[in-house]
Structures are given as structure tokens and as C-alpha cells.
């Protein structure tokens, strides 16, 4: 990316060592230390620092669709995420995508998430890696068509 383009400006949660800071900035690059929710660029949202362990971001862009949010791994709770995204926007998520860190729930667990999810006003889901096959399969029942498969490389219009 760097190298693509040598002006990207990075968001990062403030909390990231920093060593990672300095390995960034020693590329020239802009770095931004995200902490509370902000603006990046019309349309283009950070969650803030979420979690309390593991502290994370998760972006969000808001388009013609609806919200789309798009999670790294969903340390802080996939639920989580999306009561944050709702209380900042007051309304639906058009699209949640990315991993939802689901590995280790069991059923019972995985179909309150994925019933939550619904009833949060979650349109579209598109689970991935590190969200468990178990809870892939629950969200894609729930999900039906609804259900977006998703992994590298794949583009959704």
C-alpha cells in the first residue's frame, strides 16, 4: 500500500504499541491515533476504540445502501460493535462484514448472536475467518439469502 501510495494517512487505534507507530511513521507515512469515533472522509466513519483486552476499530461507511461495517476481527463482540455503529447512526446496517471472532461459542450461544444481529437491524452478513464454520452455517440459516460469502479476493457490488 505504501508503496502504491506514499500519501495514505493511517487510522489506528491509540492504544496499538508503539512500536507499530514507529514502524509506520518510519515510512513517512501520517498516522492518526483513533479513540473516539470520527469522521475520516465523507461517508467513511471509525467506531473509536472498542474492547477492553483486545481494543480494536471497526470502519464504517455510510452510501446510497445503508451502513456497511466492516470489522477486523470483532474482539470487544460482534453484538457489541453493531450496538455501537447504532447508537452513533440511529439506523439499520445495511451490510456487516468481516470476522465476527465466533470460533469458540457454542449453538445455543451463536443462535442468540445471530437472532441479536436480526433483530439489530442487521440486513446482510458476510462472516469470515475468524468467525468459526459452526457460526457461518447458524448465520447462513438465519441469513438465508441474506447470507454473503465472503474471503479474499472477493468483491461485493
Known amino acids: 500500500i505504501i508503496e502504491r501510495n506514499p ?6 487505534p491509540k492504544s496499538f504499541p508503539d512500536s507499530f507507530k ?9 498516522l492518526i491515533e483513533v479513540q473516539l469515533p470520527m469522521k475520516i472522509c465523507k461517508g467513511i466513519y471509525s467506531t473509536g476504540e472498542l474492547g477492553s483486552d483486545i481494543k480494536e476499530q471497526s470502519l464504517i461507511v455510510q452510501d446510497e445502501s445503508g451502513l456497511i ?4 476481527c470483532a474482539h470487544p463482540g460482534i453484538v457489541n460493535v453493531v450496538n455501537k455503529v447504532k447508537g452513533l447512526f440511529k439506523e439499520d446496517i ?4 468481516g470476522g465476527f471472532h465466533l470460533g469458540g461459542k457454542n449453538k445455543n450461544e451463536l443462535k442468540i448472536i445471530a437472532s441479536a444481529l436480526k433483530k ?6 458476510g462472516p ?9 452455517e447458524i448465520l447462513m440459516q438465519e441469513y438465508q439469502k441474506n447470507f454473503i460469502n465472503v474471503g ?3 468483491v461485493i457490488k
Open 94 to 97: 445495511f451490510l456487516l462484514v
Open 152 to 154: 479474499v479476493g472477493r
Open 22 to 30: 514507529k514502524e509506520v511513521k518510519g515510512h513517512g507515512i501520517k
Open 128 to 136: 469470515c475467518h475468524c468467525t468459526g464454520d459452526i457460526a457461518r
Open 69 to 72: 461495517v466492516i470489522t477486523g
Open 120 to 125: 439489530a437491524g442487521v440486513r446482510n452478513v
Open 7 to 12: 500519501k495514505v494517512i493511517v487510522y489506528i
